[in-house]
């Protein structure tokens, strides 16, 4: 049903059109959702651990942490609200860097990231993997302010931005697919935004 | 999700920049006070947009859902409820969103509610659900805004104070040289913090902190530095 009088603000090219996600517009800035205060996590408090079940395999303070391979990832993100920013730049560890590093294949196929203020998300470890997902712990050359999860967050940018875990300390592999925060509280388990994935039984 | 096409039955202007739009749905869906619902424009050729909008109404009101909209410049959906919406527009409403920035179940209290401008909105049910349920939950709200106009729902917030049912209100005006009596004057600092919190009867239950990105930031951070555990406060943030 088309609404009366309504014809939008279309965002400009075709070429924009053709990388806009169903139902998503185009936003220059950056806005800010969480769920509860910021939390100010101090590099030198900062901690990230890998579990496989309730067994940690392995950890790394931010100095061990930073040392790992870095690499860049720029990739237009969707946030479930319906904006989107294109060509966002951050730097970090790939997840299969971090797996290098702890000596380990994935051991199940799902995994839930974890955050200092106690957020979690779930999301399949194939998406995580085979260069699909990192630890940002920079964002355009600068690190990341702690308004947008720094020092680190989760960036799983082929799904809805709210995947991509602020403030990350781990990831753990699950058994079976435990729902996260958000997916817990009316969201999507998965949120593909090209299926527009919103809510869960989108 | 679900969608309905609601119906708009009543437009009324809150302020200078803020409208109520009230729509009646084909069924109403029970909600609880703190949700919102996205609003979906669709144009000719199928481009469509979409946006959340809190909640005003209570719970109890079953014949229709308020939205309080703030007209943004440029704003593609608010600006065009204010040019364009008119009474008896059908308008594209999702069923009710949201499981976390919302009125605890239960009687648990007493309850700090901190609006900046417009993120009023969802406490305005909150407020409504308290009068209309007689929950006893205490509860205070802390809101500020620009200038006396932008102190939205200032009536009816004053009548349901004066009610003594548990609902106490501290307003503050950020741009506005002489406040009425009552209003203090000035951006929320630790000491209408400290002053909201000391005026609770007993030890907080929680905090929802609710407006733009930078009034949240501050608001949050504040209560955070107030000795309040970060677990206890809720925020939704309406944008940049
Ligand atoms: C859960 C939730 C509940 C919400 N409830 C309400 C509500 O009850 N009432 C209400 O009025 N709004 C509410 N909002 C905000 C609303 O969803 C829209 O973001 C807002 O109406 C702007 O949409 P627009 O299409 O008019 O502007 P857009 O075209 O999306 O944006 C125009 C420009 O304004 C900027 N902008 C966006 N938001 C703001 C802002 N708040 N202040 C200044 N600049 C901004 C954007 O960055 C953009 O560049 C809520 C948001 C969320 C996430």
Redesign the pocket.
């Known amino acids: 049903m088309a609404t009366r009088g309504f014809t939008g603000r279309r965002s400009g090219s075709d070429e924009t059109r053709d990388r806009l996600p169903p139902g998503q517009?185009l936003?220059?800035?950056f806005?800010v959702?969480s769920a509860g205060p910021t939390p100010r996590v101090r590099t030198e408090d900062w901690m990230f651990t890998l579990k496989d079940g309730v067994r940690p395999v392995k950890s790394w303070t931010w100095a061990e942490f930073n040392a790992l391979p870095q690499s860049k990832m720029t990739r237009d993100i969707h946030c479930v609200?319906t904006w989107s920013k294109f060509d966002t730049a951050w730097e970090g560890v790939m997840i299969d860097d971090i797996l290098g590093d702890a000596f380990i294949e994935p051991p199940t196929g799902f995994t839930l990231a974890h955050s200092f203020d106690g957020y979690t998300t779930n999301v399949p470890t194939p998406d995580l993997v085979g260069g699909r997902a990192m630890v940002a712990l920079r964002y355009e050359g600068k690190p990341i302010t702690a308004d947008h999860g720094g020092p680190a967050r989760l960036l799983v940018p082929h799904l809805y931005f709210w995947k991509s875990a602020k403030w990350i300390n781990g990831l753990q592999f699950t058994a079976k697919d435990e729902l996260g925060f958000w997916e817990l509280r009316g969201y999507h388990r998965y949120g593909d935004p090209w299926k527009e994935q919103r809510y869960t039984n989108d | 999700m679900r969608w309905q096409n609601g119906t708009v039955t009543r437009i009324v202007r809150r302020s200078p920049t803020v409208s109520s739009f009230f729509f009646k749905l084909p069924e109403f869906i029970p909600f609880v006070a703190g949700q919102?619902v996205s609003v979906r424009l669709t144009a000719p050729d199928g481009y469509r947009?979409q946006?959340?909008?809190?909640i005003a109404s209570a719970p109890e009101e079953t014949a229709h859902i308020e939205?309080?909209?703030?007209k943004?410049v440029?704003?593609?959906?608010?600006?065009f409820f204010h040019e364009v919406v008119e009474v008896n527009d059908e308008i594209e409403v999702s069923e009710p969103i949201g499981g976390y920035f919302v009125w605890p179940p239960g009687q648990e209290g007493p309850l700090l509610l901190i609006a900046g401008g417009?993120g009023v909105?969802p406490f305005i049910s909150m407020a409504r659900h308290k009068l209309l349920s007689g929950l006893d939950t205490p509860v205070l709200l802390l809101f500020s805004a620009r200038t006396h106009q932008d102190l939205l729902f200032r009536d009816e917030l004053a009548e349901i104070v004066d009610r003594r049912i548990g609902f106490d209100l501290l307003a503050t005006l950020t741009r506005d040289a002489d406040p009425p009596a009552g209003v203090r004057k000035g951006r929320i600092d630790a000491a209408m913090i400290a002053e909201a919190i000391g005026r609770l009867p007993s030890a907080l239950h929680r905090v929802y902190v609710c407006g733009?990105n930078p009034f949240v930031e501050n608001a949050a951070q504040l209560v955070v530095d107030a000795g309040v555990p970060p677990g206890l406060v809720a925020t939704?943030r309406?944008?940049?």
């Open positions: 517009f936003e220059h800035g806005p959702l609200t | 919102h947009a946006r959340s909008y809190s939205l309080a909209i703030e943004l440029d704003g593609e959906v608010s600006a417009s909105a733009s939704e309406y944008g940049v």
